[in-house]
């Protein structure tokens, strides 16, 4: 959506270039889930160092010398750290938080001082399972909320900020699939399920764009007391591309399509805006199904038409 509104909004339009920029923004996507996945380990990290310094006092003192080891030999990440995917990704593309080592302590601190972590370290519980509810709690519930995240990636890249949520989730459901067996060999999530994943890219940004004068006639034909220029562009891109893919997609169920796009809106425009292009789509949807433009087939959509 992004790339189609940075599309529209330039002088210069080419198609090839403007794809390119897209599947470029979707790389350093993935740079972000590796780079996120590497904080955690920066984070265990300095807790190991501070428990090594506070042995190091002068006077240290019981609970100094004898420290709760629970989330520095939390085995979860130490599986991440030794996840070879991971490494080699982080080597090859120069990802660090060496220039970040304040905000690296702010998050242990900030999650030291949860509920969930002291209880966390004080249970007796050292399943696999235990290990894991801390960590997806760090990137829920410390990490995620976190404003200073959002500076630092914003000053290191102008394409991760919007894509810190996700981010984040494709991360735990990456780690929900780690096991006390994983071996550093585990693969990560892929930048793309598979070649029809990159293909369902390519098509829906390529179609959204060739077939915008097409999809904007029929949005302005089902708007009631509304001049079409008079709608917000964001919204009017939002139901074109919902459109393509009701049209372009016979695999998708448009229930899932509307849920989808009615998300977008969500997130980029208002509520007013959300309600509005529901009401749009739903009756945009329904005289598409009548004129037969919108056919469905596979597992799954029987009695989708």
């Known amino acids: 959506m992004q790339s189609l509104y940075a599309f529209h909004s330039s002088p210069n339009q080419s198609i090839n270039l403007a794809e390119k920029e897209l599947f470029f923004s979707i790389n350093k996507s993935y740079d972000l889930y590796h780079l996120l996945l590497l904080l955690l380990v920066e984070v265990q990290q300095h807790a190991l160092n501070k428990i090594e310094q506070n042995k190091q006092k002068q006077i240290p003192t019981e609970s100094d010398l004898n420290p709760n080891l629970k989330f520095v030999e939390n085995e979860l990440i130490l599986k991440v750290s030794e996840n070879e995917q991971l490494n080699k990704y982080i080597e090859k593309n120069k990802l660090t938080w060496v220039n970040h080592p304040e905000f690296i302590k702010r998050m242990f601190t900030k999650l030291a001082g949860t509920e969930e972590y002291v209880r966390y370290m004080e249970s007796k519980n050292f399943s696999f399972d235990?290990?894991?509810?801390?960590?997806?709690?760090?990137?829920?519930?410390?990490?995620?909320?976190?404003?200073?995240?959002?500076?630092?990636?914003?000053?290191?890249?102008?394409?991760?900020?919007?894509?810190?949520?996700?981010?984040?989730?494709?991360?735990?459901?990456?780690?929900?699939?780690?096991?006390?067996?994983?071996?550093?060999?585990k693969s990560l999530m892929p930048l793309f399920k598979d070649e029809e994943d990159i293909d369902f890219t390519k098509k829906l940004f390529r179609k959204s764009i060739?077939?915008?004068?097409?999809?904007?006639?029929?949005?302005?034909?089902?708007?009631?007391?509304?001049?079409?220029?008079?709608?917000?562009?964001?919204?009017?891109?939002?139901?074109?591309?919902?459109?393509?893919?009701?049209?372009?997609?016979?695999?998708?169920?448009?229930?899932?399509?509307?849920?989808?796009?009615?998300?977008?809106?969500?997130?980029?425009?208002?509520?007013?805006?959300?309600?509005f292009i529901n009401g749009i789509l739903d009756k945009i949807l329904k005289k598409l199904k009548e004129e037969g433009k919108v056919t469905k087939a596979g597992r799954g959509l029987i009695g989708e038409n």
């Open 210 to 275: 060739l077939d915008s004068e097409e999809h904007r006639e029929i949005i302005k034909n089902h708007l009631r007391n509304w001049d079409i220029d008079r709608v917000a562009f964001i919204d009017v891109l939002i139901m074109e591309m919902a459109l393509c893919e009701f049209i372009n997609f016979p695999s998708i169920p448009t229930k899932v399509s509307l849920n989808e796009y009615i998300d977008l809106a969500r997130y980029y425009s208002t509520a007013k805006s959300r309600t």
């Open 130 to 185: 235990a290990h894991r509810a801390i960590v997806e709690f760090f990137y829920a519930d410390v990490l995620a909320p976190s404003e200073e995240l959002y500076q630092i990636l914003e000053e290191q890249s102008i394409f991760w900020n919007d894509d810190v949520e996700f981010v984040i989730s494709m991360i735990i459901k990456t780690l929900k699939k780690f096991k006390y067996s994983t071996s550093p060999e």
